[in-house]
């Protein structure tokens, strides 16, 4: 299954802390292998940013976040900040 | 006599203490940074 | 093609073998975007790269074998029009020309001049110059350093520098600040909401420690008026912050002075001190404003660096 997929199926959403999260418990093993693989990369990712940029890993986190909400398909899920799953 | 209305500039200074903390933004580069996770080919979002 | 590193060198040998001299010369090809260090040198350790000038030098040595062999030597060297980058900071026309010399029974002893006529680090810094006598473990004296930025320039007087524990320090010196434009740097930086002018001159005592930059108790006062207009506090809800708001909306200033301190932490910490009304405000009441503002000098270099691609300012730069 890819991220695409998962999304559009309503599997997994954009969580407020920059990373993915499951909206379907319990999640199946390839979607739980999904969703730690990519979140693991966020990670690097966003601490590689920590370090070329002089932002807090949080700051970086929280403006991912911001611009994923903003690039989030509709009918995909996002988190909103009472952390309910909600369609965008 | 007419009343004369007399608008005396008040006399005495006002002090103003500000404490100004200035991180400066670094949202643009944070931004360019991110860019590359938001392509298609990433696989990240 | 010119060799990379033309080397040529001539050696006498006295009577009998027991002294002799040595001459030498070298100059490394001119570096070019195309031939820069980098590219010669494959990995290359420095932060630095050179993608102009050229580098030259020489020497001679001559030396004597008595019950010990005692040598004395004396060179020099040319650093012409280097253009190149540092980290994420740019340098244009890079000059260092010295002398140096060195003995069996003598220190190694070194002075020149160094002239740089920009150097970028998120905003331009020019015509910088100073000399420097370099006397080893004696350390390192720094003459006549000035330096054009923010429409103003900076002196500073002869600045001593020794090495403890492999980090540089120094006693104070008193940098002279001349008529720098705080509207030049609000222009360079993002201040969000801040339009101000200020034409700032002083002294500040500067001190090195730890191989970081201090300033004690340094003074800067506006040398005519000008005026801050600040958006940043609009509708903040808070009646006092409106207030504030209101009289910072074009607040005009007669009087200006600044105590400013900077330390290891990176915040440049000024007690700003302003006597002066905003016309539209209480009919003009006389307000005096005083600012505690710390402002975080490597996020400031950051953010003035993350708005260009340095090494594309440097090449363009070299190409004129």
């Known amino acids: ?88 | 006599c007419t009343p004369t209305v007399q608008v005396a500039v008040p006399d005495k200074p006002i002090e103003i203490n500000l404490n100004v903390k200035i991180e400066h933004e670094i949202k643009v580069k944070v931004d360019k940074e991110l860019d590359g996770m938001f392509e298609e080919d990433s696989g990240l979002f | 093609a010119e060799p990379l590193l033309a080397f040529n060198g001539l050696h006498r040998m006295g009577d009998k073998q027991r002294n002799g001299s040595l001459e030498w010369r070298w100059k490394l090809a001119p570096f070019s975007p195309d031939s820069s260090l980098e590219k010669r040198f494959g990995r290359w350790p420095l932060d630095f790269n050179a993608l102009g000038g050229e580098i030259n030098g020489g020497g001679e040595i001559s030396w004597q074998l008595g019950e010990t062999l005692q040598w004395q030597a004396k060179g020099q060297q040319a650093l012409l029009n280097i253009g190149g980058v540092y980290n994420d900071i740019g340098l244009v026309d890079l000059s260092v020309e010295n002398t140096w010399s060195f003995a069996s029974n003598a220190a190694l002893r070194a002075d020149g001049q160094v002239s740089l006529s920009s150097l970028d680090v998120g905003l331009p810094v020019e015509n910088i110059a100073l000399s420097f006598g370099f006397k080893g473990d004696a350390g390192l004296t720094v003459e006549g350093f000035k330096a054009e930025l923010l429409d103003g320039s900076v002196h500073s007087p002869s600045l001593q520098l020794s090495q403890r524990e492999g980090l540089w320090e120094s006693e104070l010196a008193l940098v002279n600040i001349r008529a720098i434009k705080l509207e030049s740097l609000l222009k360079a930086a993002d201040y969000a909401g801040l339009d101000a002018t200020a034409n700032l001159s002083g002294e500040l005592p500067v001190a090195i420690r730890a191989n970081k930059l201090h300033i004690e108790e340094g003074k800067l006062a506006a040398t005519q008026p000008g005026y801050i207009r600040y958006a940043g506090l609009a509708d903040s809800g808070n009646p006092l912050m409106e207030m504030v708001s209101e009289a910072l909306s074009n607040y005009q200033y007669e009087h200006l002075t600044a105590d400013v301190e900077y330390d290891d932490s990176g915040y440049l910490q000024m007690a700003v001190a302003l006597k002066g009304h905003n016309p539209d405000f209480q009919k003009g009441r006389q307000v005096n404003l005083n600012l505690n503002i710390s402002d975080n000098v490597p996020n400031l270099m950051k953010s003035l660096q993350a708005g260009r691609i340095i090494t594309d300012v440097i090449s363009e730069k070299l190409d004129q």
Do not use: C, H, M
């Open chain 1, 1 to 88: 299954i890819d991220l695409a997929g998962a999304k559009s199926k309503g599997l997994i959403g954009e969580r407020s802390d920059g990373y993915l999260g499951y909206v379907v418990k319990p999640a199946s093993a390839d979607v739980q292998a999904l969703v730690k693989s990519v979140n693991n990369k966020r990670r690097d990712k966003f601490r590689q940013t920590v370090g070329k940029t002089g932002a807090t890993l949080d700051q970086v986190a929280k403006r991912f976040a911001q611009r994923a909400y903003e690039k989030t398909a509709k009918g995909n899920y996002i988190q909103s900040a009472n952390g309910q799953w909600v369609k965008k």
